[in-house]
Structures are given as structure tokens and as C-alpha cells.
């Protein structure tokens, strides 16, 4: 079973910065893409950014030039580095975590448990 373990948010000023960190766990040989998604309240969930294990990136335009998605095959971990934070940038923030194969299994998606953004102004 792979499980998505996520670490890093929490409250702080507009224009500051967080980074967000999502490892995942379980007998995994791989994972094609993985990102991360958010929730505003009374909001529908949109993607943020994805990276795919060869490292090609995707931003949703709101958060170009602030954002900055990475990863880390080897640990099975993404990162998020958030940078000049908005209010607007307020959510809880999902990991997502796609096409993976293990052992048991393959073309798997797993989400993680998210993980709350506050920004104030």
C-alpha cells in the first residue's frame, strides 16, 4: 500500500514563503508524475503543479514565477517552494501522486491527506 506523507504548511505574511515536502511510502518501483493540488473553501480542488520523473514541470498560471515544484526520485519525495504567498494562495494543499507501480500493483493514484496554507494580509 503506498501512502502520501505530507509536511510544511502552516500560517505566515503576504509575501513571505513556505515549502511544502510529500514523501511517499510503500514497496514502490516507481511514479510517473506527481504534484500538488488545492482546496479554497467553497472552492473546487485545482492543480498547482506536477512534475514528471524525467522533471518536466506544469504550473497552473496563477502561481507561475512564484512556485517552484521539485523532486527527488530517488527518495520518492516532491517538494513545493512557495515564494511572494498571496491571501488567495490560502487552501489546504493535496499532494497527488500518479501512475504509480509496485509490487502488488501498477498505474496507481494516491492522494495525500493535505495539508493547510494560511496567508494573511
Known amino acids: 500500500q503506498v501512502q502520501l506523507v505530507e509536511s510544511g504548511g502552516g500560517l505566515v505574511q503576504a509575501g513571505g514563503s513556505l515549502r511544502l515536502s510529500c514523501a511517499a511510502s510503500?514497496?514502490?518501483?516507481?511514479?510517473?508524475?506527481m504534484g500538488w493540488y488545492r482546496q479554497a473553501p467553497g472552492k473546487q480542488r485545482e492543480l498547482v503543479a506536477a512534475?514528471?520523473?524525467?522533471?518536466?514541470?506544469n504550473y497552473a498560471d496563477s502561481v507561475k514565477g512564484r512556485f517552484t515544484i521539485s523532486r527527488d526520485n530517488a527518495k520518492n519525495t516532491v517538494y513545493l517552494q512557495m515564494n511572494s504567498l498571496k491571501p488567495e494562495d490560502t487552501a489546504v494543499y493535496y499532494c497527488?501522486?500518479?501512475?504509480?507501480?509496485?509490487?502488488?500493483?501498477?498505474?496507481?493514484?494516491?492522494w495525500g491527506q493535505g495539508t493547510l496554507v494560511t496567508v494573511s494580509s
Open positions: 512534475i514528471t520523473s524525467g522533471g518536466s514541470t
Open positions: 510503500g514497496s514502490i518501483f516507481s511514479i510517473n508524475a
Open positions: 497527488n501522486a500518479d501512475s504509480i507501480t509496485t509490487a502488488q500493483a501498477i498505474d496507481l493514484e494516491v
